[in-house]
Nanobody
Framework: QVRLVESGGGLVQPGGSLRLSCAAS????????MGWYRQVPGKQRELVAT???????NYADSVKGRFTISRDNAKDTVYLQMDSLRPEDTAVYYC?????????????WGQGTQVTVSS
């Protein structure tokens, strides 16, 4: 089985920073894309940032210039550095990894970590 474990969420004041981590474990050949999504109650889950195994990145317009996604392929871990946080960044943040087993790629999700930006 595959497991994604997230960490790093919490309460921070506006303008502050947080760093999220997500480590994948289990039996698999490799990981294709990895990314972060977020969701607030009553709204659909939305993309925050993604990165490919080759290091290409993609960001939501709302976080460009403030958030940075990175990954350590040797550790099967993806990070999200969040700077200049705003109250509207408050959400549950979910990690997603596209896991490759043989010729099949399957998406897996973490359990989510709460990020609250408030004074």
């Amino acid at each position: 089985q595959v497991r994604l474990v997230e960490s790093g969420g919490g309460l921070v004041q506006p303008g502050g920073s947080l760093r999220l981590s997500c480590a994948a474990s289990g039996s698999f050949r490799s990981i294709s894309a990895m990314g972060w999504y977020r969701q607030v109650p009553g709204k659909q889950r939305e993309l925050v940032a993604t990165t490919t195994s080759g290091g290409s990145t993609n960001y939501a317009d709302s976080v460009k210039g403030r958030f940075t996604i990175s990954r350590d392929n040797a550790k099967d871990t993806v990070y999200l550095q969040m700077d200049s946080l705003r109250p509207e960044d408050t959400a549950v943040y979910y990690c997603k990894a596209d896991i490759r087993r043989n010729a099949v790629i399957t998406p897996y999700w973490g359990q989510g970590t709460q990020v609250t930006v408030s004074s």
